[in-house]
Nanobody, 121 residues
């Protein structure tokens, strides 16, 4: 079994910064693509950022230039550095990891439990 645990959310004023972490544990042979999503009340879940094994990154248009995704393979952890936060960034943030349990096996998708980010003065 694989578990993802997010941390780092909280309340921050507009213009502030937060750093989210997502740590994986369990039967992990290798990471593949790792993503951060967010979901605001009454809204669909949207992709915030993604990072591949070659460290290629993709960002949603609304966060480009403000958020940075990174990963530490040795710690099985993905990070999301969020700067210049805006009230519209308020949402529950989820990490999604695509993981191989064995060499040559398929990728399995796992989700964390989510961490609340609230941007408000």
């Amino acid at each position: 079994q694989v578990q993802l645990v997010e941390s780092g959310g909280g309340l921050v004023q507009p213009g502030g910064s937060l750093r989210l972490s997502c740590a994986a544990s369990g039967s992990i042979f290798a990471w593949n693509r790792m993503d951060w999503y967010r979901q605001a009340p009454g809204q669909q879940r949207e992709l915030v950022a993604a990072i591949t094994t070659s460290d290629s990154t993709v960002y949603g248009d609304s966060v480009k230039g403000r958020f940075t995704i990174s990963r530490d393979n040795a710690k099985n952890t993905v990070y999301l550095q969020m700067n210049s936060l805006k009230p519209e960034d308020t949402a529950v943030y989820y990490c999604n990891a695509h993981i191989k349990k064995v060499a040559g096996g398929p990728d399995y998708s796992y989700w964390g439990q989510g961490t609340q980010v609230t941007v408000s003065s």
